[in-house]
């Protein structure tokens, strides 16, 4: 976190003033032209202006600061300063969230929730913009705006509608994998500070020798994930629409600091080539028995903040914000986040949102961007382009911007797979059944079982439209014929047979046959 002070100013003492510091003798009156006449234009201070707009999703959120330790050797997987280096501790900052509802909406709701993290570390900061759900509802963003609209409100109505979000899932039934997860209890974490994360995406950590490895990430929280069933989670939502904000400030003000254990799971290129699923796949996840989780470090939060806008809502996290030797993976999904979050951030806290204090990293930053508006980092009195005559050194964590910038050599060459491995993300075959039939089958017990059927119907009894209602039920149907029947019977509609898709054994010829992965 930046230095404290910045955070603290404002002190209880201040006289009430105007936006320009000038005392204001009445708080509670406007300019007027006499008592009784209209109000006057030099008031500027009656007119200023106050709000930015909310997050267009994960608006309602809640956060605190903290730390992130690196207590293993990883110096095998990545030349990154902070991940390759054992015993390396770094400031952090943690945003939680709800996906979908405004910001003055529940934080019980049935929604995955977003865990953003920044990690301030001594090559810039670092992000992970991470959920509480291993994998995601869809692997071709073109499909995001659509699937967020299904659970924004109707344009005439203005009101959230079943009918919308289940005919768009009955149409994308890879979704169904989420679908699973978000209708089990995990969909109603017990607060925002006791569940885990996960990155989801693929990413890539790479060496200066140019080898590298597939990584996904998990934070898996001390003490396990806890969850509230249905009933505690609505009741909630009207009692204590904040029960999460709450109950993670009061954990940390009592001194009962949440911890996260990290994790990565590796994979080589070559594992990639011959992994039944493919990695660029945001709706699988990776085998723990085939890709152990290896220990990382941990996440700790130890500190509220002092002033929630500055310090958690004028928070900005960004997939592409990553330091060096870490890299995006070709997901396509994760590719249009690399964009949309700056872009997001420029329209909600303007172009220089990198500056405000909880985003500046602790490194100066020296990159010709100077001149924007509001610009607070000026970056001194060296040339406005890279220079002969002075040129741009990296000097070193947190010094001054004497000498310049790093010139970060990027000794690491490396290709990554490309190619026909995307058309396989774009149809759904029988492969996509596989994990969510695991959990159903495999993973939860009865009580499990019968918790998500009674979660699901408890939802899908608005849908309306009786081809919706047939669509989905064959979704689940393909993932197992007894789960469909019983939200058929749940809900009182007539039982459906699967969905007919290509089957598995052509869906991994099909890609086997391509021959499309580069690895040198
Ligand atoms: C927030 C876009 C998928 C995690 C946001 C925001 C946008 C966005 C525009 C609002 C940012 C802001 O105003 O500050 C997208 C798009 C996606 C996508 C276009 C897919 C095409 C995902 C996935 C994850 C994720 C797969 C996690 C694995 C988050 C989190 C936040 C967020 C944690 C809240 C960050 C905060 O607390 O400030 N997303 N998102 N998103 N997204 Fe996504």
Request: charged share 20%.
């Amino acid at each position: 976190m930046p230095s404290a002070q910045v955070f603290k100013q404002g002190p209880e003492t201040a006289h009430y003033t105007t936006s320009n510091g000038a005392p204001v003798s009445e708080p509670y009156a406007s300019q007027r032209l006499g008592p009784l006449g209209p109000l006057l234009l030099q008031d500027f201070h009656l007119i200023d202006r106050e709000r930015i707009p909310e997050r267009v999703v994960h608006a309602k959120g809640a956060g605190a600061h903290g730390y992130f330790e690196v207590t293993e050797d990883l110096s095998d997987l990545t030349d990154n300063g902070l991940l390759g280096t054992k015993g390396k501790k770094a400031k952090a900052t943690v945003r939680f969230s709800t996906v979908g509802g405004e910001s003055g909406s529940a934080d019980t709701a049935r929604d995955p929730r977003g865990f953003a993290i920044k990690i301030r570390t001594e090559e810039g900061n670092l992000d992970w913009v991470f959920n509480n759900t291993p994998v995601f509802f869809i692997r071709d963003p073109a499909k995001f705006p659509h699937f967020i609209h299904t659970q924004k409100r109707d344009p005439q109505t203005h009101l959230k509608d079943p009918d919308m979000f289940w005919d768009y899932l009955g149409q994308n039934p890879e979704s169904i994998h989420q679908i699973m997860i978000l209708f089990s209890d995990r969909g109603t974490p017990d607060g925002y500070h006791q569940m885990h994360g996960y990155s989801g995406h693929t990413f890539k950590w790479f060496k200066k020798d140019g080898s590298f490895v597939y990584t996904q990430v998990h934070l898996r929280v001390d003490g396990g994930f806890k969850t509230l069933n249905a009933e505690q989670a609505t009741k909630l939502a009207g009692e204590n629409p904040e029960y999460g904000i709450e109950s993670l400030f009061n954990a940390i003000e009592s001194g009962n600091y949440p911890t996260w254990n990290v994790f990565v799971q590796t994979m080589t290129p070559s594992q990639a080539e011959q992994f039944r699923y493919n990695i660029l796949d945001l709706t699988k996840v990776w085998p723990h028995g085939e890709f152990p989780l290896r220990p990382v470090g941990k996440l700790v939060l130890n500190e509220n903040p002092t002033n929630y806008f500055a310090e958690i809502e004028q928070s900005a996290f960004s997939p592409s914000h990553l330091t060096p030797y870490i890299e995006a993976s070709a997901d396509p999904v994760l590719q249009s986040r690399l964009f949309s979050y700056p872009d997001t951030h420029r329209h909600r806290l303007g172009t220089n949102y990198q500056q405000l204090p909880v985003n500046a990293p602790i490194v100066p930053v020296s990159n010709f961007q100077r001149d924007g508006p509001s610009t607070f980092v000026s970056q001194g009195s060296r040339p406005n382009y890279q220079s002969s005559i002075v040129p741009l050194k990296y000097v070193g964590p947190a010094g001054t911007l004497e000498g310049g910038v790093r010139d970060y050599e990027r000794e690491a060459k490396h290709e990554t797979f490309v190619g026909a491995a995307f058309r396989d993300l774009s149809y759904v075959t029988e492969l996509d059944f596989e994990q969510p039939r695991a959990l159903w089958s495999k993973v939860w017990n009865d009580q499990q079982r019968e918790a998500y059927v009674q979660n699901v119907a408890g939802h899908f009894k608005g849908v309306k439209s009786p081809e919706v209602r047939a669509r989905q039920l064959s979704v689940w149907a393909a993932v197992d014929q007894s789960l469909s029947d019983r939200i058929a019977k749940a809900v009182g509609a007539p039982t459906v047979k699967p969905l007919q898709v290509k089957s598995a054994s052509e869906a991994v010829k099909f890609r086997a046959n391509l021959g499309v992965y580069t690895t040198s």
